[in-house]
Nanobody, 127 residues
Framework: QVQLAESGGGLVQAGGSLRLSCAAS????????MGWFRQAPGKEREIVAS????????YYADSVKGRFTISRDNAKNTVYLQMNNLKPEETAAYYC????????????????????WGQGTQVTVSS
């Protein structure tokens, strides 16, 4: 059974930082592309960042470029999202997603492309 467990969310002031973690089990993590999505109340789930299983390829939504960093540690079966200079409009539930991929450089940006999802962790940014 595949499990993705997010942690690291919380309440932070605007301009602050948080580091989200997603621990994976039950899938071949070292061959899985991973992604972070977020969903605010009343809005659609949107991609934040994604990373190939080798870590060689990454993608960032335009809104987070230069402030967020996605990374992974295949030895620990964990993917991270470092978020700096957070904004109030980034208050949302953040979700980790995974998909076993054939190619080392493949990454995915659409929610429907992913097979596995975590339960989410809430990030609240106060103004």
């Amino acid at each position: 059974q595949v499990q993705l467990a997010e942690s690291g969310g919380g309440l932070v002031q605007a301009g602050g930082s948080l580091r989200l973690s997603c621990a994976a089990s039950g899938l071949t993590f070292s061959n899985s592309a991973m992604g972070w999505f977020r969903q605010a109340p009343g809005k659609e789930r949107e991609i934040v960042a994604s990373i190939s299983w080798s870590g060689s390829s990454t993608y960032y939504a335009d809104s987070v470029k230069g402030r967020f960093t996605i990374s992974r540690d295949n030895a620990k079966n964990t993917v991270y999202l470092q978020m700096n200079n957070l904004k109030p409009e980034e208050t949302a539930a953040y979700y980790c997603a995974g998909k076993e991929a054939r190619f080392a450089s493949s990454y995915y940006n659409m929610a429907q492309q992913y097979d596995y999802w975590g339960q989410g962790t809430q990030v609240t940014v106060s103004s």
